[in-house]
């Protein structure tokens, strides 16, 4: 009796443990599509900030364009178009970001950097382990018992 009592329990860790990694396999899958979707509103937001602030450099432009074109038409003096040379280049940039295919040059630049560069990107002193962390809570810990907080 003894020896089916030890064999069930180990049928049954054995299939506890299967469902504890199936339930860990599907929190991480659900983890890793937050992030995404985390990281794609993300990125919604900074492409509607390029094109709100498109518009408004836009109308800028404009304004000043007008203001610069009808002051060279009165004097004719070729100085006043000079402002014009790095607002269009400045314009077309942001054009560029909110309407053009720069987001999709700077992901391939992006993948170029972590497939051919990938030492560009490491951490300095690498990544930090549980020991750092907490050797790191540990003497913000002493700082407080040395230096406490003002009342």
Same mark, same amino acid.
């Given at each position: ?12 860790? /054995? /299939?506890?443990?299967? =469902?504890? %990694? ?7 899958? @659900? %983890?890793? *599509?937050? *992030?995404? %979707? +985390?990281?794609? $509103? *993300? ?5 509607? @900030?390029?094109?709100?602030?498109? &518009?408004? =450099? ?14 060279? $038409?009165?004097?004719?003096? !070729?100085?006043?178009?000079? #402002?014009?040379?790095? &607002? ?8 560029? &970001? ?6 999709? $040059?700077? @992901? +391939? ?14 951490? #300095?002193?690498? &990544? ?6 907490? *050797?790191? $809570? +540990?003497?913000?810990?002493? /700082?407080? /018992?040395?230096?406490? #907080?003002? !009342?």
């Amino acid at each position: 009796m003894g020896s089916y009592l030890s064999i069930n329990l180990e049928e049954n860790y /054995k /299939k506890n443990e299967k =469902f504890l %990694q199936s339930l860990n396999e599907i929190a991480m899958e @659900r %983890q890793i *599509q937050l *992030q995404y %979707q +985390m990281a794609e $509103r *993300q990125k919604a937001l900074a492409i509607a @900030r390029s094109r709100d602030i498109f &518009l408004w =450099f836009t109308a800028f432009y404009v304004t000043s364009a007008t203001g610069l074109l009808t002051g060279f $038409r009165r004097t004719k003096r !070729p100085y006043l178009l000079v #402002p014009l040379i790095p &607002l269009t280049f400045v314009d077309l940039y942001y054009w560029d &970001l909110a309407y053009g295919n720069k987001l999709h $040059r700077i @992901r +391939m630049e992006a993948e170029h950097i972590m497939t051919h560069e990938a030492d560009m990107l490491e951490m #300095p002193c690498g &990544l930090p382990t549980p020991s750092s962390v907490d *050797q790191g $809570r +540990m003497d913000a810990e002493e /700082k407080k /018992k040395i230096h406490p #907080p003002l !009342p």
